[in-house]
């Protein structure tokens, strides 16, 4: 007996927006989150922002990061900010709890508070400073560089729909205080095939991605941390592929050597069905291998009790394996 489910919408896509493969409604508008980092860090490295401040792989990788906060993360960050010679209240993504354990248990140990830099988005508002600040000499300023109007948020945009070929779309602010626009799930799925073959963009774009994805691909742990899905599957990615969480039930990942991109949403937000169904997928797809104990604890996830007795298993629909269309690329 199922005792409870969850349903969502997903989209495999070429970069011509050929879907190969969909489950739900691939037309679903929704908010990418932080799935979409590698878009929102295109135009700073498009604006030469990126090379006037010297940032280097380490940078990058953080740009695109929804990090733990971990003291590795910490140390790009400060080292970040001192090249643009700002402080950490400059940051207007906010403070949270860092996610890394042994980070937390320093702040509490030492009767500290977490600051903008423990933010897993510190990273991606450090990329819009770079930018802000690289500018600083214009009206740049004049405004917050997260509001909609401003020039960096205006970059952000034109980027993003042009990835995603998804025009006009709305916004809201994120949990960082950042706008995210909307899209379909097939358009996100698209745009990270475009992030794996770059095909019809300006040189300087294709030159822009190569080197966000060499920089994610190099530190796989500065874009998640100890402990996180993003980072364990990176590690076992051999350069094939790239895989991003955002909130709310969102994953994408990029297929390196097919040129596909993959989007999918889980409709109640739940990581635990978004988690499952991302790596169902790519173990289906032969990315992950499904007999490696710890992707199957992630495609059947264990059900315990308080006495740890095995009471169920979460796990994706049977639909997924045998739906009738083989899930073949």
Same mark, same amino acid.
């Given at each position: 007996m199922v005792e409870s489910s969850h349903y969502g919408h997903m989209a495999i896509s070429d970069n011509k927006g050929n879907l190969k493969y969909s489950l739900g409604n691939p037309r679903e508008i929704i908010y990418p989150r932080s799935s979409c980092k590698m878009?929102? !860090?295109? %135009?700073?490295l498009e604006s030469g922002s990126a090379d006037y401040y010297k940032l280097e792989s380490r940078h990058l990788a953080l740009a695109c990061a929804s990090h733990s906060g971990g003291e590795a993360?910490? @140390?790009?960050?400060?080292?970040?900010l001192q090249k643009l010679n700002l402080e950490t209240k400059h940051l207007m993504c906010g403070a949270h709890k860092p996610y890394d354990i042994k980070e937390l248990q320093y702040l509490k140990d030492n009767g500290l508070i977490p600051t903008q830099l423990h933010n897993n988005c510190s990273g991606k508002h450090l990329g819009f400073l770079t930018i802000s600040r690289n500018f600083r000499k214009t009206d740049h @300023?004049?405004?917050n560089y997260i509001d909609i109007d401003h020039p960096v948020q205006v970059m952000v945009q034109k980027a993003f729909e042009e990835m995603t070929g998804f025009t006009d779309p709305k916004f809201a602010l994120d949990g960082c205080s950042a706008p995210n626009f909307t899209c379909t799930v097939e358009a996100l799925a698209r745009s990270m095939a475009n992030l794996a073959r770059p095909d019809?963009?300006?040189q300087q774009r294709k030159l822009a991605i190569a080197r966000l994805r060499e920089a994610v691909l190099q530190n796989p742990y500065l874009v998640a941390g100890e402990d996180r899905l993003c980072t364990k599957l990176m590690k076992r990615s051999a350069g094939r592929? #790239?895989?991003?969480?955002?909130?709310e039930g969102v994953y994408t990942a990029i297929l390196l050597e097919e040129g596909l991109g993959i989007a999918l949403k889980i409709s109640d937000g739940a990581r635990r069905a978004s988690e499952c169904l991302i790596v169902t997928i790519l173990a289906r797809l032969g990315f992950l291998d499904a007999k490696d104990p710890? #992707?199957?604890d992630i495609m059947e !996830? %264990?059900?315990v009790n308080w006495s740890k007795n095995p009471t169920g298993v979460l796990k994706a629909? @049977?639909? #997924?394996?045998?739906?009738?269309?083989?899930? #073949?690329l």
């Open positions: 878009l929102q !860090a295109l %135009p700073l993360h910490l @140390e790009v960050a400060k080292d970040w @300023e004049k405004l019809g963009f300006s592929f #790239i895989v991003k969480v955002g909130a710890e #992707i199957r !996830a %264990p059900i629909s @049977e639909n #997924i394996w045998k739906g009738g269309k083989p899930l #073949i």
